[in-house]
């Protein structure tokens, strides 16, 4: 589930993503504890998937380095949670 761009940023401000993952952006959840976020803390920007609970770069899971690409492997019926990180490997 996406958020509303008139959502993202109050959601980011109550999660307190600048304290505990400077650098994310969450947009959306999967429904499953996990937030959908870009980011750009490494000076190129991705897009992956962190947990709400523990949230923090560290727990960070890359998932694609475009929007498409996201969109692509979400919509593929793939299970991504076996398939993170694979395509920044194939870049």
Do not use: C, K
Not at 15 to 37: K, Q
Request: glycine residues 12%.
């Amino acid at each position: 589930m996406f958020w509303g761009s008139d959502e993202i940023p109050s959601y980011n401000l109550e999660y307190e993503t600048n304290t505990y993952a400077p650098g994310l952006i969450l947009f959306g959840s999967n429904g499953g504890g996990e937030a959908f976020a870009f980011d750009s803390s490494q000076g190129t920007l991705t897009i992956g998937i962190v947990p709400f609970v523990g949230l923090s770069l560290v727990e960070y899971r890359p998932m694609a380095q475009s929007f498409v690409e996201f969109l692509e492997l979400l919509s593929s019926g793939v299970d991504y949670e076996n398939v993170i990180g694979a395509a920044l490997l194939r870049h």
